[in-house]
T-cell receptor, first 113, second 114 residues
Framework: AQSVTQLGSHVSVSEGALVLLRCNYS??????LFWYVQYPNQGLQLLLK??????LVKGINGFEAEFKKSETSFHLTKPSAHMSDAAEYFC???????????FGKGTHLIIQP | GAGVSQSPSNKVTEKGKDVELRCDPI?????LYWYRQSLGQGLEFLIY????????KSGLPSDRFSAERTGGSVSTLTIQRTQQEDSAVYLC????????????FGSGTRLTVV
């Protein structure tokens, strides 16, 4: 069975600073990996996905993530945080529930002015 | 439609009442998923539909929960005799048959049981 661990339920960074949200996965097969963002009272929006092509994946809003098989990690980064990045971020792996998604518990990103 | 539509967006119900939550997926998406998002718990898989059949109901938390899908389109999640612990956001997602990663999520239904 697949699983996802997101380190840090809350992460606080200053505006303009580097954003790093950590995600580690467990999978018995080569995984598909995803990062979603959720703004208050909204559904999930796909930021980026890894589907076994390039290990460095670029997404929307300046975010990117690197798949590292040796570390079973898929950390999300953004070089310079913006106030509008404040949201809940979910890492997910495909494999749960008939190739549905298994999610981490989420990381709440706080941007300090 | 252009996206996954869920209704109602908010529902407040009294403990013990039954509720129905609706999901209208993107036209042509054969796979449909229900998830529950509880405070501090992330997203929990509930049930998966392929067409009108539900090959995986493993995530339904109790027999008070049921779901159906008709015409390969709209799905309804029903919670009977609601309890306070059922309070959560219920999210629906759909995906085309031939895409393993083309999930689209709705905005969810926020259920509050008082």
């Amino acid at each position: 069975a697949q699983s996802v661990t997101q380190l840090g339920s809350h992460v606080s960074v200053s505006e303009g600073a580097l954003v790093l949200l950590r995600c580690n996965y467990s999978s018995s097969v080569p995984p598909y990996l995803f990062w979603y963002v959720q703004y208050p009272n909204q559904g999930l929006q796909l930021l980026l996905k890894y589907t076994s092509a390039a290990t460095l994946v670029k997404g929307i809003n300046g975010f990117e993530a690197e798949f590292k098989k040796s570390e079973t990690s898929f950390h999300l980064t953004k070089p310079s945080a913006h106030m509008s990045d404040a949201a809940e971020y979910f890492c997910a792996v495909q494999g749960g529930g008939a190739d549905g998604l298994t999610f981490g518990k989420g990381t709440h990103l706080i941007i300090q002015p | 439609g252009a996206g996954v539509s869920q209704s109602p967006s908010n529902k407040v119900t009294e403990k013990g009442k039954d509720v129905e939550l609706r999901c209208d997926p993107i036209s042509g998406h054969t796979a449909l998923y229900w998830y529950r998002q509880s405070l501090g718990q992330g997203l929990e898989f509930l049930i998966y539909f392929q067409g009108n059949s539900a090959p995986d109901k493993s995530g339904l938390p109790s027999d008070r929960f049921s779901a159906e899908r008709t015409g390969g389109s709209v799905s309804t999640l029903t919670i009977q005799r609601t309890q306070q612990e059922d309070s959560a956001v219920y999210l629906c997602a759909s995906r085309p048959r031939d895409s393993h990663y083309g999930y689209t999520f709705g905005s969810g239904t926020r259920l509050t049981v008082v």
